[in-house]
């Protein structure tokens, strides 16, 4: 049931899981990855009076690899050194490290190389490597480093000497200790991890980096896109001729994890692979769709070759490249997603019955997995599940990040989907915080999806990989740094499951403490989020018309409190105006705190920038609120949000857009756990946020003669519980795992204060009394006689 998603997010392959050693090795690096990149970045050049700098010409490696490093040696040697990424290389000593340059010289008698392992003070951490290029076309030459000393701030330098032009590129120092010992391969501790966790699938490769940038391939037809979704055939084949790519998140992605290696790992750790393509149609705020039947028809081929390249004999155009690459046996492909969170659902169908039509033509025995959009409800996800459920579709992928009391108020969300519908593939879930709170929200969620596990047949929490010092998201299940890498609270919550599944569900039931929802109540709010807006008579209304606050500013801003301590609000031509374009959540807050009933009028006009308005109530402070959000996501959704101890959650999404310019005329009316918002005098959506909370959860599976019983205890306090096993003849210990903690407590780099403890449990019967902790997990494994 349970498997992992791996997406190049938080420097989580280059820099991460690909053990790659050398950040920027083939001088790729441009302002379109990221403003401050530049082809040398991450290289720094000493000595000598030559010339250094990167070159894209005619005397480049390949057309694919478009860029090289250039030196005009003169009679002095010349140095570039690379720092690695993050504070520098993780080198041990002991270790062996492999080095590999592509080099031309047009010297007469070639070109010396001295390659050096150091610190950042110079302090030498390995035996110099020496290599000559010789001979003015394109060479590899490859070496070892074995190391002689230890530090997390390597450095590795080559120093040419001579004279003439030497050129350089695909610079790479692998260590040798990769996960399995492979090339091109992983590294270790992280893949370990991984492997711990025992997943049953890989989902890969994302995302956002599959629906998000061009669609076109990276060649010279097209100009060589850069900022393009993954495409798989750009990762293939031997590394110096793989593609480049403009990752989504803000930096470059050099493809040396590719398919090849995603299929390797997947089958390393006894996983199914289960790739995403892209489907036409982007998402993650960006939201078109390409209209080009011809580039339609490539793609559905490319998705074909794909599972040739996964399935294909070794005599098939694919299979044999597959071969070519070391896996002559297929890497046995079951499944594959097409499109990942699309936002113009019917756009993103029509695209997706055209590929479920061919791979099903050619391949009926593959898995086809539609989604349903970015969130667990609205519009989008409304529409895509009608369109799935009407095609037939054999499984359907939801994504969905929201506060750790979403979790505990959905553990029955699919106890009442459709049996006979399509099958659920939770292909990205997590509660937005990496506290112990959060891993045990998640847990009594995980208790609901293994009760419906005949609905929910695959789930995979997200992200799974973050550097501490490269994060564009947050939560994620394991961190690292350059030299050492930790799992998260959740990760240990999810481990505990992964390698505790069973093989069917028990059915039981449990009575415990219910927390009823309440009103909303609190202050109004406004903010904006990467926009400059002017909000003007504000008003606030009692159901009878009883005025409670308002204020049309012509005595300036003094109801008005800064919360979010950003951006520019003042006074303007009589308005409230924010004005700075750049600033996210510039939140104020309004007026006094107001009953649970109430009317919110005001007039909002978008003067600049790239969203809308936010206008909140139910307001209590920076972390706590409910907003109206108009023209997010980059002016193409509207959402109504709640944010509970800093983590947000959609509790209505539907597509929408605010033109600048126009003064629009917004009312919020608030009846205890019901509001109902108006644009212009029309009905713009309602919401309801009157689920119960659950904090005590349980679910009861078998593994063969053991009953596992799972129970998440999310309060305060002990919960003192009769356990029934409905007259079952058990032995009387039995195996007892618990995760518990300060629900605050967060696992890092110098501290692991939540990790399971394992010991016996005596007194085991048919029928037993136990106290669960407070704040915490217990796994029960008990044997049956």
Same mark, same amino acid.
């Given at each position: ?34 403003? @401050? ?92 490597? *020496? ?14 480093? !074995? ?11 080559? %120093? ?11 610079? +790479? ?65 031997? /590394?110096?001729?793989? *593609? ?43 939201? !078109? ?112 990040? =929201? ?7 959905? &553990? ?18 997590? @509660? ?38 490269? %994060? ?54 406004? +903010? ?59 939140l104020v807050k309004g007026g006094p705190t107001l009953p649970s009933e109430y009317d919110l009028t005001l ?11 936010? /206008? ?7 972390? &706590? ?8 996501? =980059? ?8 944010? +509970? ?51 005590? *959860? ?47 407590a967060q696992n890092t780099g110098t501290a692991h204060p939540i990790a399971p403890v394992t010991t016996t ?25």
């Amino acid at each position: 049931m349970y498997g992992v998603f791996f997406e190049d997010i938080n420097n989580a392959a280059d820099g991460g899981l690909y053990a790659e050693m050398v950040r920027n090795r083939s001088f790729e690096f441009r302002p379109v990855d990221n403003a @401050s990149y530049t082809a040398m970045t991450g290289w720094a050049r000493s000595g000598g009076v030559g010339t250094v700098g990167a070159v894209d010409d005619d005397g480049r490696l390949n057309a694919r690899n478009r860029t090289y490093l250039r030196m005009g040696l003169d009679s002095e040697p010349l140095r570039v050194t690379n720092g690695g990424f993050a504070a520098g290389m993780a080198v041990h000593q002991g270790g062996r490290y492999d080095f590999s340059v592509w080099a031309r010289s047009d010297a007469a008698g070639g070109t010396p190389l001295t390659v050096t392992l150091h610190d950042a003070a110079g302090r030498a951490l390995a035996r110099p490597l *020496a290599v000559t290029a010789a001979g003015d076309t394109w060479t590899k030459y490859a070496g070892v480093l !074995r190391a002689t000393g230890s530090s997390d701030a390597g450095r590795l330098s080559v %120093t040419a000497a001579g004279a003439g032009t030497l050129r350089l590129d695909m610079i +790479s120092l692998f260590p040798r200790d990769t996960f399995h010992g492979r090339p091109n391969g992983l590294r270790a501790d992280l893949a370990r991890k991984v492997a711990d966790l025992r997943p049953s699938f890989v989902r890969f490769p994302g995302g956002c980096l599959v629906n998000t940038g061009s669609m076109y391939p990276y060649d010279e037809a097209n100009g060589f896109p850069r900022a393009r979704a993954y495409q798989w055939k750009d990762t293939v084949g031997p /590394v110096e001729t793989r *593609a480049t790519n403009a990752n989504f998140w803000g930096y470059n992605q050099s493809y040396g994890l590719g398919y090849y290696e995603y299929f390797q790992f997947s089958e390393d750790i006894g996983a199914m692979p289960l790739p995403v393509v892209p489907a036409l149609v982007t998402g993650c705020g960006q939201n !078109r769709a390409t209209d080009d039947e011809a580039l339609l028809r490539r793609h559905i081929q490319d998705t074909l070759d794909l599972i040739e390249f996964a399935n294909g004999p070794q005599t098939s155009t694919w299979g044999s490249l597959r071969a070519r690459m070391g896996h002559p046996r297929p890497f046995g492909l079951t499944a594959l997603a097409v499109g990942n969170e699309e936002n113009l659902p019917d756009q993103y169908f029509a695209n997706f019955q055209r590929f479920r039509a061919a791979i099903e033509s050619a391949y009926p025995e593959i898995t086809v997995i539609g989604n349903t959009g970015p969130d667990d409800q609205g519009v989008t996800f409304d529409r895509l599940w009608a369109l799935n459920r009407a095609a037939g579709t054999e499984m359907v992928d939801e994504h969905y990040y =929201n506060s750790p009391a979403w979790f505990l108020q959905n &553990n029955r969300r699919y106890d009442s989907y459709d049996r006979g519908g399509p099958q659920v593939f939770l292909g990205e879930y997590a @509660s937005q915080n990496n506290r112990l709170f959060n891993a045990l929200s998640e847990a009594a969620f995980m208790t609901g999806l293994e009760r419906n596990a005949d609905v929910v047949r695959q789930a995979s929490y997200a992200p799974l990989l973050a550097s501490v010092d490269s %994060t564009q998201w947050t939560p994620d299940m394991i961190w690292f740094d350059n030299d050492d890498s930790w799992g998260s609270t959740s990760y240990e919550v999810q481990k505990l499951f992964m390698n505790n599944v069973g093989d069917r569900v028990v059915p039981s039931r449990a009575t415990g403490r219910v927390v009823e929802p309440q009103p909303i109540t609190g202050a109004i709010g406004l +903010s904006t989020w990467a926009t400059a807006a002017r909000y003007d008579d504000v008003k606030v209304t009692a159901p009878d018309g009883t005025v409670l606050f308002a204020d049309d500013f012509s005595a300036g801003a003094g109801n008005w409190t800064p919360l979010a301590g950003r951006g520019t609000w003042s006074v303007i031509d009589g308005a409230y105006a924010q004005t700075d374009v750049t600033a996210e959540n510039t939140l104020v807050k309004g007026g006094p705190t107001l009953p649970s009933e109430y009317d919110l009028t005001l007039t909002a006009t978008k003067t600049a920038g790239n969203e809308g308005f936010l /206008v909140a109530f139910g307001l209590k402070d920076v972390d &706590n609120w409910y907003w109206w959000n108009l023209g997010g996501w =980059n002016n193409t959704q509207g959402a109504v949000e709640k944010a +509970s101890g800093g983590a947000k959650e959609q509790l209505l999404t539907r597509p929408d857009r605010i033109e600048t310019g126009k003064t629009y005329n917004l009312r919020a009316e608030v009846r205890g756990t019901r509001v109902r918002l108006f644009v212009d005098g029309e009905l713009w959506g309602s919401i309801a946020d009157d689920r119960a909370t659950e904090p005590f *959860a349980q679910v009861v599976t078998q593994d063969g003669r053991d009953l596992i019983v799972k129970v998440v205890n999310a309060q305060d306090t002990p919960a003192t519980t009769t356990i029934d096993l409905s007259g079952r003849d058990v032995a009387p210990r039995a195996r007892m795992t618990v995760i518990t903690g300060d629900p605050q407590a967060q696992n890092t780099g110098t501290a692991h204060p939540i990790a399971p403890v394992t010991t016996t449990l005596k007194g085991v019967a048919s029928t037993f009394t136990h106290t669960f902790l407070p704040n915490s997990v217990t796994f029960l494994r008990i044997r049956q006689r």
